[in-house]
C-alpha cells in the first residue's frame, strides 16, 4: 500500500489566503485525523472523522478551520482566510475504527508570511 | 482529561549501547493503548511499538521493548543496540480503547546517537 498521501509537502502563502490541504487514507481505513504540530503546542489533534462523518472537532482552533470527507478516500482541511499563526506542520493519519493503530501521512508544512 | 508526560527533552546514547526513555501518563480509563512514535528529520510519523493495557506482557519490536507498569502509569520504551538510524524525536501517545479515538501526545524526546 502507498500509505497515506498529502498534498502538497510544502505551502508557503500570504496572509488572509485560502490555503487547502489535501489527504488520501489507506485504502480500506475508516477513520481519519487531521493533526497539526508546532513547537509551541506540540502535536495536537483538529478533527477526525469516522466514515466520511466528523466525529470530533473539538480542536478546530476557530471558524477559519474547516474539514471536509466528500468520500472514503479523500480529505480536505481549509483554512480562509490563513494567518502566520497557522503556520505549522499539518499531518493526517487514517485508521481501522478502534484498531488503536494511526498511520501517519509526511505532512504539509505550511508557511504563512 | 488525559495527559503524557515525557520529562527528558533530549537524550543522547553511544551507538550500539542501550538506551531508555521515560513517559509517565494520568488516565482514570482502565482500557487504552499506548503507543511510541518515531519522528525523524524527515518529519515523518512512524509507529514503533504499541501497548494494550489489558495485556500484562511488555510489548516488543525487534531492537525496541517497553517496560509498562500500569499502577505507576509508566511507559518506558528501550532501544538496545542504537543504531545512527534511530536518531529521531520520540512521541509517547496514548488513546481510549473505544473511545474518541483521539491520540493524546507527550512533548517528545530528542535521541542522539553518538558514533
Known amino acids: 500500500d502507498a500509505g497515506v498521501i498529502q498534498s502538497p509537502r510544502h505551502e508557503v502563502t500570504e496572509m488572509g489566503q485560502e490555503v487547502t490541504l489535501r489527504c488520501k487514507p489507506i485504502?480500506?481505513?475508516?477513520?481519519l485525523f487531521w493533526y497539526r504540530q508546532t513547537m509551541m503546542r506540540g502535536l495536537e489533534l483538529l478533527i477526525y472523522f469516522n466514515n466520511n462523518v466528523p466525529i470530533d472537532d473539538s480542536g478546530m482552533p476557530e471558524d477559519r478551520f474547516s474539514a471536509k470527507m466528500p468520500n472514503a478516500s479523500f480529505s480536505t482541511l481549509k483554512i480562509q482566510p490563513s494567518e502566520p499563526r497557522d503556520s505549522a506542520v499539518y499531518f493526517c493519519?487514517?485508521?481501522?475504527?478502534?484498531?488503536?493503530?494511526?498511520?501517519f501521512g509526511p505532512g504539509t508544512r505550511l508557511t504563512v508570511t | 482529561a488525559q495527559t503524557v508526560t515525557q520529562s527528558q527533552p533530549e537524550m543522547s546514547v553511544q551507538e550500539a549501547e542501550t538506551v531508555t526513555l521515560s513517559c509517565t501518563y494520568d488516565t482514570s480509563e482502565s482500557d487504552y493503548y499506548l503507543f511510541w512514535y518515531k519522528q525523524p528529520p524527515s518529519r515523518q510519523m512512524i509507529l514503533v511499538i504499541r501497548?494494550?493495557?489489558?495485556?500484562?506482557q511488555n510489548a516488543t519490536e525487534n531492537r525496541f521493548s517497553v517496560n509498562f507498569q500500569k499502577a505507576a502509569k509508566s511507559f518506558s520504551l528501550k532501544i538496545s543496540d542504537s543504531q545512527l538510524g534511530d536518531a529521531a524525536m520520540y512521541f509517547c501517545?496514548?488513546?481510549?480503547?473505544?473511545?474518541?479515538?483521539?491520540?493524546?501526545f507527550g512533548t517528545g524526546t530528542r535521541l542522539t546517537i553518538i558514533p
Open positions: 493519519a487514517s485508521s481501522l475504527h478502534h484498531s488503536g493503530e494511526q498511520y
Open positions: 501497548q494494550e493495557a489489558y495485556k500484562q
Open positions: 485504502s480500506g481505513h475508516n477513520s
Open positions: 501517545a496514548y488513546l481510549v480503547l473505544l473511545g474518541n479515538e483521539k491520540l493524546t
